[in-house]
């Protein structure tokens, strides 16, 4: 069987267009804005509420002292007075492992390899990109409009998510240990960049 595929990616390193693509290819469930979705139905939140809130990690120092007791789907009394970040963390985790649970999938982002850290059948993958390369995408997909305030662009996007990856974790997002796989997506094309994840894939489905 193919394994779960979480997929971390740099801002502008084509990591949410690899990873729909490899699941369109594998033939297997993408989840990425999906998990929003299912977070918002959930709970009973908008969203847009949620959206607002995603990949992004309290300022909460109280919260930050004693989040490892909250964390990775544990319910508890207390979790309507969570910051609204820590709840749509705890959430979409629970989802990430009921997927998980389901069969193969496409996860994108949102601490997936920490959340998935005790299921045998998965493949960690980071993509990251040369800045230069990053900068000229997010411009060629009009992610911003001044190519003057790009690059500052990339890297405030680069440290919103490390601090969210870190802060849920405990680890660092940029550690390679943390990963089975890393590809700098500005050495190959997109193609080859998703077919190299697709054959890593492979090699675990025996």
């Given at each position: 069987?193919?394994?779960?595929?979480?997929?971390?990616?740099?801002?502008?390193?084509?990591?949410?267009?690899?990873?729909?693509?490899?699941?369109?290819?594998?033939?297997?469930?993408?989840?990425?804005?999906?998990?929003?979705?299912?977070?918002?139905?959930?709970?009973?939140?908008?969203?847009e509420v949620?959206?607002?809130?995603?990949?992004?990690?309290?300022?909460?120092?109280?919260?930050?002292?004693?989040?490892?007791?909250?964390?990775?789907?544990?319910?508890?009394?207390?979790?309507?007075?969570?910051?609204?970040?820590?709840?749509?963390?705890?959430?979409?985790?629970?989802?990430?492992?009921?997927?998980?649970?389901?069969?193969?999938?496409?996860?994108?982002?949102r601490c997936?390899?920490?959340?998935?850290?005790?299921?045998?059948?998965?493949?960690?993958?980071?993509?990251?990109?040369?800045?230069?390369?990053?900068?000229?995408?997010?411009?060629?997909?009009?992610?911003?409009?001044?190519?003057?305030?790009?690059?500052?662009?990339?890297?405030?996007?680069?440290?919103?998510?490390?601090?969210?990856?870190?802060?849920?974790?405990?680890?660092?997002?940029?550690?390679?240990?943390?990963?089975?796989?890393t590809i700098?997506?500005?050495?190959?094309?997109?193609?080859?960049?998703?077919?190299?994840?697709?054959?890593?894939?492979?090699?675990?489905?025996?």
């Open positions: 069987m193919l394994p779960i595929i979480t997929i971390a990616r740099q801002f502008g390193s084509g990591g949410h267009e690899a990873g729909e693509r490899l699941a369109e290819k594998l033939d297997i469930p993408f989840y990425d804005k999906a998990l929003i979705a299912m977070a918002a139905k959930e709970s009973g939140f908008s969203e949620f959206a607002a809130a995603d990949e992004k990690a309290t300022s909460s120092l109280l919260y930050s002292m004693v989040m490892g007791n909250y964390a990775f789907g544990s319910r508890f009394t207390g979790l309507n007075e969570m910051p609204l970040n820590d709840r749509l963390f705890i959430i979409q985790a629970d989802i990430i492992k009921k997927a998980a649970a389901e069969g193969p999938c496409v996860i994108i982002g997936a390899d920490y959340i998935l850290r005790e299921t045998d059948n998965c493949l960690n993958v980071f993509i990251h990109a040369d800045k230069a390369a990053r900068v000229q995408r997010i411009l060629d997909r009009k992610l911003c409009d001044d190519p003057k305030k790009a690059p500052d662009f990339v890297t405030k996007k680069d440290k919103q998510r490390a601090n969210y990856y870190n802060f849920y974790t405990n680890n660092r997002w940029d550690d390679l240990l943390n990963y089975d796989l700098d997506s500005s050495k190959f094309t997109m193609e080859k960049t998703i077919e190299l994840i697709a054959d890593a894939a492979r090699q675990l489905d025996r």
